[in-house]
């Protein structure tokens, strides 16, 4: 077994939450444990990462895009999974989307990178971005909210 797949063992087990895995391959045998993430309680508000600083917003676990409540009816993009959120495909591209795009349904908002796989974020709707709550190589964590559309 190789540091590559110790690793991605690694990396599985941050993604799926797992605090012990147990490998045996011929002779070889690996065990790799973490601590369980401690956790205050199973019903308080996450956090959002804003350009302003933190703002606390509770995130429902309902659909990746619903449509908010707001008066100004903005829809919400949510990630579908937990990985590092890119603005765009390096860090010389200008980046998909900023505050005032306008972008159509099925342009590119974001991606987000998970076990190595780049994974496109695309637009349900057309209309214009609101509001941005994550920054570049932050992570995502699964039912976050991304962006607000008007």
């Known amino acids: 077994m190789n540091i590559d797949s110790v690793r991605e063992l690694a990396e599985l087990m941050t993604v799926y939450g797992l605090t012990d895995v147990n490998i045996s391959e011929g002779d070889t045998r690996i065990r790799l444990s973490r601590q369980a993430p401690f956790i205050k309680n199973a019903t308080a508000t996450p956090v959002i990462h804003t350009e302003d600083g933190l703002e606390p917003e509770p995130i429902p676990a309902k659909d990746v895009i619903k449509r908010s409540t707001d008066c100004d009816r903005l829809y919400e993009v949510k990630s579908p999974m937990i990985g590092i959120f890119y603005s765009s495909l ?61």
Do not use: W
């Open 90 to 150: 390096s860090p010389n591209d200008e980046p998909f989307t900023c505050i005032g795009s306008k972008v159509k349904k099925g342009d590119v908002l974001c991606v987000i990178e998970t076990m190595k796989q780049i994974n496109e974020i695309i637009s349900e709707h057309d209309g214009e971005i609101a509001k941005i709550y994550i920054r570049n190589g932050e992570i995502a964590e699964f039912g976050q909210v991304l962006f607000k559309l008007r």
